[in-house]
Structure formats: C-alpha cells, structure tokens
Nanobody, 127 residues
C-alpha cells in the first residue's frame, strides 16, 4: 500500500496549484483520503478530507472557499485544487488514508484517524 503526493511547487501569492494523491497497492475507491500540511516548527494540520463515495467533504476554516478536494476513482487519485494561495499556506502537504473501507470519520482532522501516509510534497507561496 502506497500513497504518492505530488504537484507541489513554488507559486506567487494569489496563484494556484493542484496536488495529486495517487494510490498503489489498493483500490482507492473504497477509502477516504485526507490532506494535511505541516509548516516548519508547527504541528501537522488537517486541510481537507473526502469520503470514499466522494459525497462528503471537509475543509479547515483557513482554506474554505479557496481549496477544493475531489477524487477520480478510475485513476485511483485524489486531488486538492488550491486557489488564491497565501504565504501562510506554505508547508509540506501530505495525503493519508484510514485503514478501514468506507470510513466515516469521527474527527477527520485528527492524524490518529489515518493509517497510511504519503511522503509529502512541498508547497511554497511567495509574497
């Protein structure tokens, strides 16, 4: 089981990036996916989450209206579209999946709800 996050980079304030979380070794259609980020010296923070059906999505208040999570089960991939980026969005972004199928999160932003983690992709937003 492996999750591969990609799509990070350097962008100016107000710009956009699309992150991808590709799964291998398991069928992502049965699993929810969370995106987290961690800035230097700070705790890992929940950014967004999508359930296996795609019917329910969650967002941190700090990204609501700017970020959109989606999934393409045919490609075994979940995306995080990030618009209107701000310098405070600078962090390493990780995708993660719980161990159980059709997971309904108790607290989607709690790192302990997740079992599999990708390696992270750096997002840097310059002012």
């Amino acid at each position: 089981v492996q999750l591969q996050a990609s799509g990070g980079g350097l962008v100016q304030s107000g710009g956009s990036l699309r992150l991808s979380c590709a799964a291998s070794g398991f069928n992502l259609r049965y699993y929810g996916i969370g995106w987290f980020r961690q800035a230097p010296g700070k705790e890992r923070q929940g950014v967004s989450c999508i359930t296996s059906s795609g019917g329910t999505t969650y967002y941190a208040d700090s990204v609501k209206g700017r970020f959109t999570i989606s999934r393409d089960n045919a490609k075994n991939t979940v995306y995080l579209q990030m618009n209107s980026l701000k310098p405070e969005d600078t962090a390493v972004y990780y995708c993660a999946s719980p161990a159980e199928r059709r997971w309904i999160p108790y607290n989607w932003a709690d790192v302990d709800e997740y079992h599999y983690w990708g390696q992270g992709t750096q997002v840097t937003v310059s002012s």
